[in-house]
């Protein structure tokens, strides 16, 4: 998984419950990302990152916060869990600038009830 | 809206056969197409990828055919085998800012033996 740690790998929440999926890398690349997959919808980015102090939003970025305080690290927030947010999420990294290659965590599968 | 389009949506094919997926996008900002493939469990990981400079790139038994005047690429598997069963998605992005990915909506490829 090319340094790339995502944690919980499972999790169940009841709606309206708020938890932070956690994503670490351990190259120091500026480019992190959140994606969420679903059946049938394929990989949709939720937010991104290109280096510390900045994010910005994806294709589908309703219902979630990040934050990227430190090269390292790049949670994402879900303030108030929907039933619509079950899914299983990935973070990706990208290894440098002139490359396109994401490489991604082995994910982690959210249940909202 | 899905940025790339990907068919078919699911695939069987016997050993020894050859898998075909296709892929269509509209931005024509687009130049850097890439497939990747997932198995049960683990996030998706880069196979082969394509730049529009060229029309053909074969790694192996994999092969990405791209038409840039039809906006369309495509991933043929050959001498499929039965280790080669997994989730492909085929995605696109421009190398030049932010660089994210955009995927299509996945294929399920069953070989079987």
């Known amino acids: 998984n090319a340094g790339v740690t995502q944690t919980p790998k499972f999790q169940v929440l009841k709606t309206g419950q708020s938890m932070t999926l956690q994503c670490a890398q351990d190259?120091?690349?500026?480019?992190m990302s959140w994606y969420r997959q679903d059946p049938g919808m394929g990989l949709r980015l939720i937010h991104y990152s290109v280096g510390a102090g900045i994010t910005d939003q994806g294709e589908v970025p309703n219902g979630y916060n990040v934050s990227r305080s430190t090269t390292e690290d790049f949670p994402l927030r879900l303030l108030s869990a929907a039933p619509s947010q079950t899914s299983v999420y990935f973070c990706a990294i990208r290894a440098g600038s002139k490359t396109g290659e994401l490489f991604f965590g082995e994910g982690s599968r959210l249940t909202v009830l | 809206q899905q940025q790339v389009k990907q068919s078919p949506q699911s695939l069987i094919v016997q050993k020894g056969g050859i898998s075909i997926i296709n892929c269509a996008y509209e931005n024509t900002a687009f130049d850097y197409f890439p497939w990747y493939q997932q198995f049960p469990g683990k996030g998706p990981a880069l196979l082969i990828a394509i730049r529009p400079d060229v029309s053909e790139k074969k790694e192996g038994r994999f092969t990405i055919s791209f038409n840039k005047s039809a906006k369309q690429f495509s991933l043929h598997i050959m001498d499929s085998q039965p280790g080669d069963s997994a989730t492909y998605f085929c995605?696109?992005?421009?190398?030049?800012?932010?660089?994210?990915?955009?995927f299509g909506t996945g294929t399920r490829l069953t070989v079987i033996p």
């Open positions: 190259m120091n690349h500026e480019y």
């Open positions: 995605a696109a992005s421009m190398l030049t800012g932010a660089n994210n990915l955009f």
